[in-house]
């Protein structure tokens, strides 16, 4: 009998030690704050799209790129599936980080680590590819934009609860949304978060929290 409970125990043990060893891999969310000059620097610097509910988010792809969802030409307000304007695409950690203004000092970020295996990798790497190729839905501003479509891609990896696309984006209607839902999942499992400061000729916007 005792010999069975060994067996027993060493076997879910080993499970367990399997499980863990599994999650040998963290993805990096990055999240830009969205901000407003402040009124002694409106000459100098630039009013961004969103502005204090603006922003951008998105995923680290490798050690030097960014997967990030974006528009070309003018916004959209409904989403054109025939004629769409957003695209994927793989930045580089600069363009990245100043997609919002190529001329500021520096960019208020948050960056959450999320503990994922390696068939979650594998899965992230093949998103990355095939959304690049071809993004599957329009960037609108009363549809997908940079928060929903990162919320997509964590979603279609396992990393967060699925929800149907027009679900999905009035969820996560800009990248506030996100952030909140992550931060609070960094603090119940006790995730890695770095937080950087922004230049101080912005106001930027604040977590409730």
């Known amino acids: 009998m005792r ?7 060493f076997f879910a043990f080993q ?6 060893q599994s999650l040998t891999d963290t993805i990096e969310v990055r999240f830009l704050y969205g901000s407003k000059p402040k009124p002694e620097n409106k000459r100098e610097q630039k009013r961004w799209f969103g502005g204090m509910l603006g922003g951008h988010v998105g995923i680290k792809y490798d050690s030097t790129r ?3 969802f974006f528009y ?3 916004v959209h307000v409904f989403q054109h599936p025939n004629n769409p304007n957003g695209r994927y695409d793989l930045q580089s950690d600069s363009a990245f980080n100043y997609i ?4 500021v000092d520096s960019v208020k970020t948050l960056v959450i680590y999320i503990p994922i ?3 979650q ?13 071809k993004t599957p839905y329009d960037y609108a501003f009363f549809g997908v934009r940079c928060g929903s479509s990162t919320y997509d891609v964590l979603a279609q990896i396992g990393a967060v609860k699925q929800y149907r696309y027009f679900k999905m984006w009035r969820k996560i209607f800009y990248p506030r949304k996100l952030r909140t839902k992550l931060k609070r999942e960094a603090k119940k499992n006790d995730w890695v978060t770095i937080k ?3 230049t101080h000729k912005r106001k930027w916007e604040r977590d409730k929290d």
């Open 3 to 9: 010999f069975y409970f060994l067996f027993l125990s």
């Open 15 to 20: 499970s367990v030690a399997q499980e863990i």
């Open 66 to 68: 960014y997967l990030s």
């Open 72 to 74: 070309e030409g003018r």
């Open 100 to 103: 919002m203004d190529e001329d």
């Open 117 to 119: 295996t390696e068939n």
């Open 121 to 133: 990798r594998a899965k992230f790497v093949w998103v990355c590819e095939s959304y690049s190729a």
């Open 196 to 198: 950087k400061k922004g």
